[in-house]
């Protein structure tokens, strides 16, 4: 989306709309203050009268105000200053966005950032791009329309760069989960990423069938044997590191469609499962920002692509499959099928020495039981590392919250007839049985699991974002190849 810097002030800019901020219980300062100055103490008035307090996300829209070129201003609450951070600057701006997306609107101009710091700035940037993008792709009547034009004022340009950056990518995931699953099918998605890799001078690798099968990826191809849709790896690499550095391994689940195989879901389960790909859109979209970032690390990006379907060769209670990496697997129930596809991912991500893992999986249903819908379960086997990552989440706004892997866990994935089995014992920690079970493939690796079956995707729209795809975690893995590079 087209973003630009602007040195016009608030009430000079010849635009369709620009956005000021107020912290809760504070006058107005900054723009804020100029927009005030314009207006005869407009905002003062309405702060004094309690029509605006501030708080977070509380939008209030001003039209024709007098003394201001912009035909509408918006300004939007901040929160206590004590508390603002690099999310809440994120949420403002995508919630005036999204609110300001409601209409046509040719340019729009942002001016929050006065007092904030280059990294909050280009949160903030992030956030203008994603509000005013919807899930209406398919709609000849859109809900969501972005502006020609969006400006900056007081951000420096590597932020504006990189919040556009940022903000695409969170955008790029978005899509390809919004799509629907005849149009994203393992095929499409491997073609959607070989496009991102030409275009921003990535290194792809695409399996097909037969070279899975050479591989193989016996656990990964079990599911995909009920579709017509055939399987997909793809393995992205951006070298931008030292030659020879070990790389941070990205892992992503793409079930393009989840019907649950022969152990089916009902019709309730299954009406979102075209999300069932967001681990690999989002590893897609990270992958897009490091290499237009340019971030000084080496990382690899893989993705295992399928669709779990039903037909009279879909793979069957009690079969018996054996990984890639030798071990063998009772099924149970083929709706646990994100973990067998991840097992033969994380077995490849292992073939190029990675120094640390982490994957990303819409795998459980426990774990929205757990922590509902806006928190990502994390799980590990190495401290440490899982520390870095949660740092990461929060730092950007990101909500992750660990899960314990107490051997116990384990137990319950023991087979009589084969090394492991699919399912745990009973439906209780099944978020953590699952991640027992991926954590058998990782070789002792340090390695963090994020179940994001919950904030991959919204049943209802928030005020900073609309329903379907979010693009959650996108923003965390590039701070944390970020972080390792710095
Ligand atoms: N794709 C689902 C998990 C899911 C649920 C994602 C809700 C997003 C929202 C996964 O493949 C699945 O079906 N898991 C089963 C596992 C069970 C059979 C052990 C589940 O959660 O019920
Ligand atoms: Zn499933
Ligand atoms: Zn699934």
Known sequence: MPVSATSVSVTQLEADAVVVAVYADSP???????????????????????????????ITTILGPAGVKAHTAVVVGLGPKDSFDRGVAFRAAATASKSLAGKERAKVGYYLADDWSPDQAESGVAGSIVGCVGQDLYKAKKKHFPPGEILWSRVDKGALASGTILGDAQNLTRRLVNEPPSEIYPESFANEAVRVAEECGLAIEVWDLARLEAERCGSLLAVARGSDREPRLVILKYNGGKEGDAPLALIG???????????????????????????AATVLGAMQAIARLKLPVNVIGLVGLVENMLSGSSYKLGDVLRARSGKTIEVLNTDAEGRLVLADVLDVALQHNPSRLIDLATLTGACVVALGNDVAGLMTNNQPWCDAVSQAAGSVGEQVWQLPMFAEYGEQIKSEVADIKNVGAGRWGGAITAGKFLEEFVDGKPWVHMDIAGPAFLDSSKPFLDAGGSGAYVRTLVEVARVGSS
Do not use: Q
């Open 28 to 58: 107005p300062a900054g723009a804020a203050a100029e927009l005030d100055k314009a207006t005869g103490g407009l905002l003062s008035r309405l702060i004094e009268r309690k029509e605006i307090s501030g708080k977070k996300n509380e």
């Open 253 to 279: 689940k793409g079930v393009t469609f989840d019907s649950g195989g022969l152990s089916i879901k009902p019709n309730d389960g299954m009406v979102t499962m075209k999300c069932d790909m967001a681990g």
